[in-house]
């Protein structure tokens, strides 16, 4: 058996979707054709699902894709059909941009992943609240450093600012990634 071309910095679901894509095996869930290479496309932020450009813009159209329960405050708004999580751009507005979001109509080149626009993805990584009010601290400073992608950025692997310890004798520093964790210095408090 041949082993597949495996990045383990990519997180997984990265990996498969570049996979898919690279392989012509990704379906539009609309019309249920193949994306190709050289497709237009639109991809959901929230999903990550890949669809057909022109397939999006006639569902962000039909009157049955609108999410009634949106604020009226919000304009126009239609909802994905991978996820259902609600958009707020016209159908006019949508354009076929890379996955960084840097480049509108990225050029296809067979050394880069399908739709990809080859920049750094410059993202920034782990910004989404909790649920709990965040301070500044609680934030990532650091932006997604792989190459522009499908899917979502990988936890952050940079080391975080250093933070005072509970007890306020230490700076701790740790990695971005534990850095909601509560750390001490293990001194007693």
Same mark, same amino acid.
């Given at each position: 058996?041949?082993?597949?071309? !495996? ?5 997984? @679901? !990265? ?6 894509? /690279? ?11 193949? =994306?190709? &290479? ?13 669809? %057909? @450009?022109? *397939?999006?813009?006639?569902? $962000?159209?039909?009157? /049955? ?14 909802? *994905? ?9 016209? $159908?006019?507005?949508? %354009? ?7 480049? &509108? ?36 400073? %650091? !932006?997604? !450093? @792989?190459? *522009? ?10 080391? $975080? ?9 230490? $700076? ?9 964790? =509560? %750390? /001490?210095?293990?001194? @007693? *408090?």
């Amino acid at each position: 058996r041949r082993e597949e071309n !495996v990045n383990l910095d990519l997180p997984q @679901l !990265v990996q498969e979707i570049q996979d898919k894509l /690279t392989k012509g095996l990704v379906e539009c869930m609309i019309c249920y054709d193949m =994306v190709k &290479r050289t497709s237009p496309i639109w991809s959901c932020s929230s999903c990550f699902s890949i669809f %057909h @450009l022109n *397939c999006i813009k006639k569902w $962000a159209r039909a009157p /049955t894709s609108v999410d009634n329960s949106a604020e009226k405050s919000q304009g126009f708004n239609w909802r *994905c059909p991978g996820c259902q999580s609600v958009q707020l751009k016209v $159908a006019m507005e949508i %354009h076929y941009i890379c996955f960084c979001g840097k480049r &509108r109509n990225p050029p296809s080149d067979l050394y880069l992943t399908p739709h990809s626009c080859g920049e750094p993805c410059g993202r920034p990584l782990e910004r989404e609240a909790t649920g709990t009010v965040l301070s500044k601290e609680d934030f990532c400073p %650091h !932006v997604c !450093v @792989l190459q *522009c992608h499908p899917g979502p950025c990988p936890p952050c692997k940079a080391f $975080a600012p250093p933070r005072p310890c509970p007890c306020g004798t230490k $700076a701790i520093t740790t990695r971005c990634s534990d850095r909601k964790s =509560v %750390h /001490t210095c293990g001194q @007693l *408090c």
